[in-house]
């Protein structure tokens, strides 16, 4: 890894580049060595996870923070919807449609690189059900399954 940094480096400074050193963090992931990667003969700082492109990576290569993220921000982005979610003027499958391009898209966003686990599965279909019973104006006394829930917004549960 040292020997890559170092070619990133010269090369770098070959093209006119400059990697600012305090910027520069570096990740170590299934390795058993723990000297320290140097950039110009200063260590550079470790990290045990990062975000990229919106998705967070760490070392261990779990998905529980990035699950928790994108959750969040889902959440987020279906609350900056209330108005539409309860305009009375608006039909249920146009707000079938918003929820899955504005909310649905954020929760997925970079869920191709996770573990398909069963936790992870039940957690994401919670908070889509969550929202779908929202948008459809149930309160937790309708005692509605989650089947009869996906045939009357024509949702597909993905096991």
Not at 137 to 147: A, E, P, R, V
Request: glycine share 4%.
């Amino acid at each position: 890894m040292q020997e890559k940094t170092e070619l990133l480096n010269t090369v770098s400074t070959q093209l006119g580049l400059n990697i600012n050193r305090s910027k520069t963090r570096i990740m170590k992931a299934n390795t058993k060595n723990n000297n320290p990667i140097t950039m110009n003969g200063e260590p550079l700082e470790e990290t045990n996870s990062f975000t990229y492109l919106g998705s967070t990576i760490n070392k261990h290569g779990g998905t529980a923070e990035d699950v928790k993220a994108r959750i969040q921000k889902s959440r987020v982005a279906f609350i900056m919807l209330r108005k539409i979610w309860r305009a009375k003027q608006i039909k249920t499958n146009t707000n079938l449609r918003i929820f899955n391009s504005n909310v649905k898209a954020v929760l997925l966003y970079g869920s191709e690189t996770w573990r398909s686990t069963q936790k992870t599965l039940k957690r994401i279909q919670t908070v889509i059900n969550k929202c779908l019973r929202r948008i459809l104006h149930l309160k937790w006394t309708d005692k509605i399954s989650n089947t009869t829930l996906w045939k009357m917004t024509k949702h597909r549960n993905r096991k």
